[in-house]
């Protein structure tokens, strides 16, 4: 069963092997991971649609001659990876995207994930947060998540053994408090700038994902560029560093 926090990297992984060259995930990309992530979609269904859009990709490349444009964002697969989900509904092999019969010592255990790290990791998100530079309602509310952030960090401590799927809960929980005060402080103009970017950046794939998808990856990509302005940390422990784990 494949470990609950490898779901980004893994999908970013197996984008870039099938595409045959590095290429960089953008916001968007990651907003899109983030809409399957909260819908629940398992790692082993988005891992098959990519590459059920990169065979049919290839096929049709090899009839042309190679003439075929390269595939330059993850949203191209994202009709692909709806099929494969219901594919697997229908063979009622869908796994369990949390992971949760594991365990948390399971989850833990030589993954990098280890409780003086993750404690570590939300000391310095707590850091980050406060030093940010807010206007109110977001000062207030930064240093709420701040201090909660901090109490995190020395209950793992004292209780290294808790699961880390419920803190990631947590930590997702606090990231939308902090994000909802931020939609409060945004000028009119940031929001609109923001919202345009988006559908440029959807536009060549508008074709390939429902209405609820291209509505929910613009909302994840306006809350992650809000944050990116202001240098605030994303919550969830799949954004620990390698060099943290």
Not at 131 to 155: F, K, M, S
Not at 159 to 166: F, H, K, Q, R, V
Not at 201 to 207: H, T
């Amino acid at each position: 069963m494949q470990n609950y926090f490898n779901y980004f990297t893994e999908i970013e992984e197996r984008f870039q092997q099938r595409r045959g060259s590095l290429l960089m995930l953008s916001t968007l990309d990651w907003a899109l991971i983030e809409t399957w992530r909260e819908a629940g979609i398992p790692l082993e269904a988005v891992l098959r649609g990519i590459d059920n859009a990169f065979d049919k990709h290839d096929a049709r490349a090899q009839r042309s001659g190679g003439r075929m444009r390269k595939v330059n964002g993850l949203a191209w697969c994202a009709q692909s990876v709806m099929e494969a989900v219901e594919q697997a509904m229908e063979a009622a092999i869908g796994a369990n995207p949390r992971g949760a019969s594991s365990g948390s010592g399971a989850a833990q255990q030589g993954s990098g994930f280890e409780a003086e790290r993750v404690a570590r990791y939300l000391e310095e998100n707590a850091g980050a947060v406060l030093t940010a530079a807010l206007r109110p309602p977001a000062d207030t509310v930064a240093t709420e998540v701040a201090e909660r952030l901090r109490a995190l960090a020395t209950t793992l401590r004292a209780e290294p053994a808790a699961s880390l799927e419920e803190l990631d809960r947590t930590l997702t929980m606090l990231e939308e408090k902090l994000v909802a005060a931020l939609l409060t402080e945004a000028s009119e103009q940031e929001l609109t700038a923001l919202r345009e970017q988006a559908t440029r950046e959807l536009a060549p794939y508008r074709g390939k994902m429902q209405a609820v998808q291209i509505k929910q990856v613009t909302t994840q990509f306006l809350q992650k560029k809000l944050l990116e302005a202001r240098r605030l940390p994303r919550m969830s422990l799949f954004y620990m560093s390698l060099d943290d784990m």
